[in-house]
């Protein structure tokens, strides 16, 4: 074997040196140019999730939606949630709940998904008239 022919990385059983993609992945096939170097490929983060953000303007009031944000984690979510949505205590309170566990009715549907059921008309106050005999209605 002469020098020109010494493996840099370790050959697959049955192919022969020098011949075929290289199976270590910090190599960078180089194309030539002196301007290009062998690096490492990054390292493969996992992806921000999508988390929605409800704060509580003060006590005894609901929660109410403040828009969204993406964190990695629930504890970043929630120190996200506070520099943006409460940077001047507007808020005593903060739920933030990852956006994929959030299961909402589809605003196309809305008239079949809201509509009265039939023959329940009694649940509306229309359906009812005013008696002869009680004078305080």
Same mark, same amino acid.
């Given at each position: 074997?002469? @020098?020109?022919?010494? /493996?840099?990385?370790?050959?697959? @059983?049955? =192919?022969?040196?020098?011949?075929?993609?290289?199976?270590?992945?910090?190599?960078?096939?180089? =194309?030539?140019?002196?301007? +290009?170097?062998?690096?490492? @490929?990054?390292?493969?983060?996992?992806?921000?999730?999508?988390?929605?953000?409800?704060?509580?303007?003060?006590?005894?009031?609901?929660?109410?939606?403040?828009?969204? $944000?993406?964190?990695?984690?629930?504890?970043?979510?929630?120190?996200?949630?506070? +520099?943006?949505? =409460?940077?001047?205590?507007?808020?005593?309170?903060?739920? #933030? #709940?990852?956006?994929?566990?959030?299961?909402?009715?589809?605003?196309? !549907?809305?008239? !079949?998904?809201?509509?009265? /059921?039939?023959?329940? +008309?009694?649940?509306?106050?229309?359906?009812? =008239?005013?008696?002869?005999?009680?004078?305080? $209605?």
């Amino acid at each position: 074997m002469s @020098p020109t022919d010494t /493996p840099t990385s370790q050959a697959q @059983p049955g =192919t022969p040196v020098g011949v075929g993609p290289s199976t270590d992945p910090s190599v960078v096939p180089s =194309t030539g140019s002196s301007a +290009d170097a062998v690096t490492a @490929p990054e390292p493969a983060h996992a992806p921000w999730g999508l988390w929605e953000v409800f704060v509580r303007s003060s006590r005894g009031l609901s929660h109410v939606h403040a828009g969204s $944000l993406h964190a990695p984690d629930a504890a970043m979510a929630l120190r996200n949630a506070r +520099d943006l949505y =409460t940077r001047r205590n507007e808020g005593v309170s903060i739920w #933030v #709940v990852p956006a994929d566990a959030i299961a909402a009715s589809d605003p196309d !549907s809305k008239g !079949s998904f809201f509509e009265s /059921p039939q023959g329940k +008309d009694y649940r509306h106050a229309t359906y009812y =008239t005013k008696s002869e005999g009680v004078k305080h $209605l």
